[in-house]
């Protein structure tokens, strides 16, 4: 009579311990638990680089089979620390020439000389038949420039500058007339290091 007892106390242990287990979610066929599961993959680092579209035009073909739609984008791209640059793409939608023209623009980024938030000196900025005249400015003036070309001086970084549009007003003339501009700036060390000099004596 005492075995028996002893053999119903252990099959009534068991019994506890497997209900008192945690039953797996119906379902979870991995049998993994939550922070055992992989990790999701960080996201992309955000760019260096800050991006504007100065315009987005309808380009259309004619040829045999009919006319062929397409969008060419120009966009500007910079990081606001005296490095710029412009691309231009094309494709059937707008969305891809966008990206294009941004691929395009970071290959091509230049750097641009800035003294106390401006340029170092006047200039000129010619293409095709449009020209620019950019002046410096003391602190406070801000950006005085039209909207294609003051896309390229904001995202180059210069805060306080002065100019003025002479010739067509073609958005992509505009752009690439400043960007020739600002490539034709000097420093005053740099003239000095080229003429073998010390700048006291410029």
């Not at 504007?52 to 009919?66: A, F, L, M, P, Y």
């Not at 406070?140 to 067509?168: D, F, M, P």
Request: contains cysteine; aromatic residues 2%; proline residues 3%.
């Amino acid at each position: 009579m005492a075995e028996n007892e002893q053999v119903v106390a252990e099959v009534a242990s068991q019994e506890g311990e497997n209900t008192s287990a945690p039953k797996s979610k119906r379902g979870n066929f991995s049998g993994k638990r939550k922070d055992e599961r992989r990790e999701r993959a960080p996201r992309k680092e955000a760019s260096e680089f800050d991006k504007q579209v100065v315009s987005v035009r309808r380009v259309q073909k004619v040829v045999k089979g009919g006319r062929t739609l397409r969008f060419s984008a120009l966009v500007v791209v910079g990081d606001r620390k005296g490095r710029v640059g412009i691309g231009i793409g094309k494709s059937k939608e707008v969305s891809a020439a966008i990206e294009k023209a941004t691929t395009d623009a970071r290959k091509n980024v230049v750097n641009i000389p800035i003294v106390n938030d401006t340029i170092p000196h006047n200039t000129i900025g010619k293409f095709s038949a449009t020209s620019i005249i950019m002046l410096p400015a003391p602190e406070g003036t801000g950006v005085i420039a039209g909207g294609s070309t003051r896309a390229v001086i904001e995202l180059a970084g210069i805060k306080n500058i002065v100019t003025k549009r002479h010739g067509s007003s073609n958005k992509m003339n505009c752009v690439k007339a400043t960007m020739n501009g600002l490539l034709s700036l000097k420093t005053k060390e740099e003239i000095a290091r080229r003429r073998g000099k010390a700048v006291e004596e410029i």
